[in-house]
């Protein structure tokens, strides 16, 4: 398979090599499914927008055209392919990895903002008018926030149709749709299909395709959490497991069959999940697609924080990472190619709760679990050891307000230190330093895991510039291989 990627002087993988649309073309012959998610491309003949990786017959190069995000291709009317089914790529790496207000554009809009606050909403969050927002947007992807936030939408409403059994009435509102009416619209324009069709059309069988003769939202939803590339789930469930806080979280079972499993305070309302540690594989007709998935239950007590829930664990488990890009710059090190070849795909894991990962990051297990039976917030319907939510800064600042913690929590509750997607990571990181009490090495813990920073290390002599933009993920090859300790 020939290789289309360039990468920068910094290392970050770049699109130099397929922004031209003949080597973009060349990425969609050779159907390099490293590409997904990276751009889409549409064929004027049939009127359907794909994935570099779709196993169709490949069109001829004067009938396609290329897209930088699958609203773009939905805003100049071609419809998704039901074959490749491109709406449901993992999210660009790009947007996990920038810090400028586009990447925290998208970060948001996939946490729902739009939905829940508009435009406006989203806008002020990133300290920008409206307008502004819009041109950059547009500008770059090729869809304002309005447009992305309807794609994300429509690929919400179309998993539920397809792998749940839920009512059209409540899938329609689960996915952030304002109305029914609304809801029809949309799907008829991005799959050419109606809701009732689309749902028709589900694959039957395998580990999603059933579904429950009775559903509720308590039943739970079943999900499969889609990544790129390859994967190496057990050193995350190793960490999330030696990290687990009694009440709030837990992971059962033994190793490579685990299951994490949690509680979320949503917008609203609460949720349980659970993640299944083996991954599963994605096959096309010509073979196994680079990538898989997680499998996932989400059991929430209001459907509109599906959308939530889900980019939540997805920033958890690190499942919108480049792999290929950063094994491709560490690989390179001398140290880091050892570790890098024995376990491909390393993930570097953030949090489902900035705000809670702060705390814990400062205060560590044993204590976060006291604060959590002392202040968290009892669920209405425990599942088994998962009892509570945890503290909310405003209530552990009222509760516990000397010392660092006190600090930390009255900062995070008046919006003086912001750890949300769309914070700026350097403004984090400098009111966090302001935080009296807080150290060097809670602060790039914090910045890595609830800020979602690849390019991270702790203050130390050994780590060197060539790791960079990728520090984050070489500590963490280093711990994986018993190198370094975790913080």
């Not at 539920?160 to 009512?167: H, I, K, M, S, V």
């Not at 999330?240 to 509680?263: N, S």
Request: aromatic share 6%; hydrophobic share 40%.
């Amino acid at each position: 398979m020939s290789d289309f990627r360039q990468p920068d002087p910094s290392g970050r993988r770049t699109l130099d090599g397929v922004t031209d649309e003949d080597s973009r073309y060349e990425a969609v012959r050779s159907r390099d499914g490293r590409f997904d998610g990276a751009f889409f491309f549409a064929v004027g003949t049939t009127g359907i927008y794909c994935r570099p990786s779709c196993p169709a017959v490949t069109p001829k190069r004067r009938n396609v055209r290329f897209f930088p995000t699958a609203a773009a291709a939905q805003g100049a009317g071609f419809r998704a392919c039901r074959r490749c089914r491109p709406d449901a790529v993992p999210g660009s790496a790009e947007w996990n990895v920038r810090a400028d207000v586009v990447g925290r554009a998208m970060r948001l809009i996939a946490d729902g903002v739009v939905d829940r606050e508009g435009v406006a909403g989203l806008a002020a969050r990133l300290g920008y008018s409206a307008r502004q927002v819009q041109r950059q947007l547009t500008g770059e992807l090729g869809a304002g926030p309005v447009a992305l936030a309807r794609a994300q939408r429509a690929h919400t409403a179309r998993v539920l149709l397809q792998t749940t059994g839920l009512p059209v009435t409540e899938i329609a509102f689960a996915a952030g749709f304002a109305s029914v009416r609304q809801f029809n619209d949309t799907v008829r324009a991005v799959y050419a299909a109606t809701p009732s069709e689309l749902r028709a059309a589900a694959p039957r069988g395998g580990r999603t395709g059933h579904r429950p003769a009775t559903p509720t939202p308590t039943a739970g939803i079943s999900l499969r959490l889609a990544h790129r590339g390859p994967y190496q789930p057990g050193p995350v469930f190793d960490l999330l497991e030696r990290e687990a806080v009694e009440g709030i979280e837990e992971v059962t079972g033994v190793r490579g069959a685990r299951t994490h499993q949690r509680t979320l305070r949503l917008p609203y309302g609460t949720g349980i999940t659970a993640v299944d540690e083996r991954p599963g594989t994605a096959r096309t007709g010509s073979g196994t697609r680079p990538g898989g998935w997680l499998d996932a239950r989400i059991h929430l007590t209001d459907l509109r924080d599906l959308t939530t829930a889900v980019q939540r664990l997805r920033r958890l488990f690190d499942l919108d990472a480049d792999p290929y890009a950063v094994d491709e710059r560490l690989g390179a090190d001398a140290r880091l190619a050892p570790l890098v070849a024995a376990r491909p795909g390393l993930r570097s894991p953030g949090t489902a709760d900035p705000d809670e990962l702060a705390v814990r990051a400062l205060v560590g297990r044993d204590r976060a679990a006291r604060l959590v039976q002392r202040y968290g917030k009892a669920l209405d319907a425990p599942c088994g050891t998962l009892t509570h939510l945890f503290p909310e800064p405003a209530a552990l600042a009222g509760a516990v307000p000397g010392g660092t913690l006190g600090a930390l929590t009255t900062a995070l509750a008046d919006g003086t230190v912001r750890l949300d997607p769309g914070a700026d990571r350097d403004a984090a990181a400098d009111a966090l330093y302001g935080v009296p009490g807080l150290d060097a090495r809670t602060v790039a813990v914090i910045r890595t895991r609830a800020l979602g920073d690849p390019d991270v290390a702790p203050p130390a002599p050994d780590v060197p510039d060539s790791w960079r933009p990728w520090r984050s993920y070489a500590l963490n090859h280093l711990r994986a291989a018993g190198e370094l300790e975790y913080p």
